[in-house]
């Protein structure tokens, strides 16, 4: 008996591990507690990133992103409450031939847990040398 429960609680551990790996809906980019202001994709170059200032709670977290319908759709399915970062300015590099393809033909677009899809706003901004940047970097993988 002992040794079924512990092969269950393996298996649903795994399981819940796993949830993250699919990508889905998420919360809003609208949701304060997240973002202090909606995501934006920046072009610098020919390099794009994902920028966001962390929202009231702080919690560190990397969106997803994937192609979907020829458009490059973004989703917040979770984070993680080891630090806080709230109102930092990041930058999350976009990459993938594919995907940078996507975004240019497509747009971009947000998923939230309603369904709904909110394009992002894109922008262009000159490329700054590294000591003149002010966003922090991560790596989305």
């Given at each position: 008996m002992k040794r079924t429960s512990s092969i269950l609680f393996i298996v649903?551990?795994?399981l819940t591990g796993c949830v993250s790996y699919f990508f889905g809906p998420g919360f809003s980019s609208t949701d304060k507690n997240y973002f202090a202001e909606p995501p934006v994709i920046v072009k610098k170059g020919e390099q794009?990133?994902?920028r966001w200032n962390y929202g009231s709670i702080g919690h560190y977290y990397i969106p997803r992103y994937e192609v979907?319908?020829?458009?490059l759709w973004f989703s917040l399915q979770g984070t993680s409450s080891s630090f806080s970062l709230a109102g930092k300015e990041v930058?999350?590099?976009i990459k993938g031939q594919k995907k940078i393809a996507a975004l240019r033909t497509g747009g971009a677009l947000w998923w939230s847990r309603d369904g709904s899809l909110v394009p992002l706003i894109?922008?262009?901004e000159?490329?700054?040398?590294?000591?003149?940047q002010r966003a922090l970097r991560v790596d989305d993988r």
């Amino acid at each position: 008996m002992k040794r079924t429960s512990s092969i269950l609680f393996i298996v649903l551990l795994s399981l819940t591990g796993c949830v993250s790996y699919f990508f889905g809906p998420g919360f809003s980019s609208t949701d304060k507690n997240y973002f202090a202001e909606p995501p934006v994709i920046v072009k610098k170059g020919e390099q794009y990133v994902l920028r966001w200032n962390y929202g009231s709670i702080g919690h560190y977290y990397i969106p997803r992103y994937e192609v979907r319908e020829g458009a490059l759709w973004f989703s917040l399915q979770g984070t993680s409450s080891s630090f806080s970062l709230a109102g930092k300015e990041v930058e999350m590099l976009i990459k993938g031939q594919k995907k940078i393809a996507a975004l240019r033909t497509g747009g971009a677009l947000w998923w939230s847990r309603d369904g709904s899809l909110v394009p992002l706003i894109v922008k262009e901004e000159p490329i700054q040398s590294t000591t003149a940047q002010r966003a922090l970097r991560v790596d989305d993988r």
